[in-house]
């Protein structure tokens, strides 16, 4: 009963004190955390919002130092062919880029742009643009490109912890959190500014994965659906998906041998095997693959095995007799394994179901790029993963992989054997080819954070029932109790709780000095964009190379608007996304007879390339050079590669003509077919006269440390029409025919 | 009614795979339902039902979305 006193006005001298008092006491209790008088739970749950708070906040920031640094802009080659993707979609609407048949690359051939692309970085760009701008937000599509990446790497953070938690415990959610928010495996891909298919397909496995192993634990169909629409998301995201659509069909099948089948094993692959695949059947790009290709047969199979094992558990239900089912088994068993060796055998043969494509292919025998298919292997990021690169990227997870797999093996569940799984097919495929190290970069951060939540949560459990041991003992023994037996742990107690604390302190200083290098390497090694280049001058200051740039704005200002440029395969995207002319080749590689052709003239005599850049239409050939400023990764180092494709496809190129003693040579010693090839007529056309270093004569190629061997190079079909202030980027103007008289 | 070849192979895919995929999700509500499966002891046959409807729903708006 509430009784409300009226007081008389007089007497109000002691309410304020006391009221101000209350009120004092009310702040200092909401400021300190100890008198809120949380209960354990709460503050748990405080403590992992706010630790997963300032993580995703973390993986964001520590993206950015090429923002800073330079300025908001698309790195690389093929980040550059998404953004114009994305222009296009923001500009035109969805119809017409889904149908998009685009005449400015491939010359004379076009592309269909709407068929051979994976829409899903595209889309998601395209509605977090429109969902900006519909809250007011003036955003340019070119900045939310730029951002997408790292959001994305945020949000793979908190999928991250989820896992975790699903395979191990909280404690392990969190590690991961961390791990994966700031390995540099990752960042190498989704740095601010990397607006490439990666940044979002990483999200989008780690999603598939979780909500998958998600469903086998709870044999619930939201889930399997769950995992269908990120199965859906990945598919429209990267080819890489083919991993997700072997791995999980692996994983059952492991599931299936080691006898772990059970119902929600059944209900979640099939939920997610039929609704994944018609979903994934929607993206043109892919078309009917997942019925056809070899590389999908292994999920069909599974699937067919499925049905096998729920129907031989149904007949064992119902005959109830063990005899007669055994013997039914083996008849069943051979005739399902004959009937399906013959359908694959008729299937392969018969030439419908596709064998594996190259790129797949040669994850599996890494030699046949080399020998096959040049244009594979030419990519530096295909190549196969130094040790160092394994150091770099992974640091301290590379020694905690395998402490984190004995941990999962110790106790095994259905969801620590796939993360095994996962663990350890991305590390082999990781080791094949350098830019797979993405891949394995959340089942590593995982798996580590298994070891390190299960070490340190021992080491701590140590730590306290030691003390408590402790309390007790002191107890017992002053009130005379059996002093013996209390008597030995007493002696090793202090010791064993010593190492405890000195392992803590290990740990701690493992993981600091691991946070350590990840921001020395995302901030050194990761943050370039590639199109802006940087050196120290002669006093120690920043030098900013901006040629790139300055050369494909030059095309887009200097040249008429239906001019067709001819350059090597590495340029095509952003000649046509900045300098907004028709290209000849460009990244996709689709054409290799086409991109052969572009070799073959860059290789061949000025005459003859002549022809083929006449038949081919070229107005202007752009080279990049790197002799001014020593850049090592110009067209001239590229130029074997383009000899050995044209080579591939046109037999009068021949590699041997370029070399001298298999050695590759620019100055006096080297070839005459090298010394007079449109290449190097183009690269070094008036750099006989230049003056590139002290103390060295004039034509000093600072890239290879020669002095090169023709000073004296005329054209006659070409001329020069820009060279860019310190040299890197040349082009020139390809002359019409001589007026015949 | 024969099936008369597989040639619209979009509209042929979408055909087998709603027959497919509705004899798979009948399957999963089946398991579900049976109170004889101790795995699914303590899931309510309402949300069985309720993830077999949803699903459904997801299927044949992409069967549709297929048949071209």
Known sequence: MAVTKTEPINSSSNKPSSSSVSMKSDLMSALSLKSLKLKTKQQELLIRVSILCLVYVLAFITRLFSVLRYESMIHEFDPYFNYRTTLFLTEKGFYEFWNWFDSESWYPLGRIIGGTLYPGLMVTAAIMYWGLRFLRFAVHIREVCVLTAPFFASNTTLVAYFFGKEIWDTGAGLVAAVLIAICPGYISRSVAGSYDNEGVAIFALLLTFYLFVKAVNTGSLAWGLGSALGYFYMVSAWGGYVFIINLIPLYVLVLLITGRYSMRLYVAYNSMYVLGMLLAMQIRFVGFQHVQSGEHMAAMGVFFLMQGFYFLGWVKHLLGDKKKFEALLRIIVTCAVGVGAIALGVGTASGYISPWTGRFYSLLDPTYAKDHIPIIASVSEHQPTAWSSFMFDFHILLFLFPAGLYFCFKRLSDATIFIVMYGLTSMYFAGVMVRLILVATPAVCLISAIAVSATIKNLTTLLRTKSKVSQTGSTKGASGGKGSSKALPDQSQPFQRNGAIALLFGAFYLLSRYAIHCTWVTSEAYSSPSIVLAARGAHGNRVIFDDYREAYYWLRQNTPADAKVMSWWDYGYQITAMGNRTVIVDNNTWNNTHIATVGRAMSSYEDEAYEIMRSLDVNYVLVVFGGVTGYSSDDINKFLWMVRIGGGVFPVIKEPDYLVNGEYRVDKGAAPKMLNCLMYKLSYYRFGELVTEYGKPPGYDRARGVEIGNKDIKLEHLEEAFTTSNWIVRIYKVKPPNNRW | ?68
């Open chain 2, 1 to 68: 009614m024969a099936v008369v070849g597989s040639f619209p192979f979009n509209s042929f895919l979408s055909g087998v795979l709603s027959c497919v995929g509705t004899a798979v999700l009948a399957v999963c509500l089946r398991i579900q339902v049976n109170k004889e499966n101790k795995e699914f002891k303590d899931l309510a046959p309402e949300r069985a039902f309720a993830d077999f409807v949803l699903c459904n729903l997801v299927l044949h708006l992409v069967i549709m979305n297929f048949l071209g």
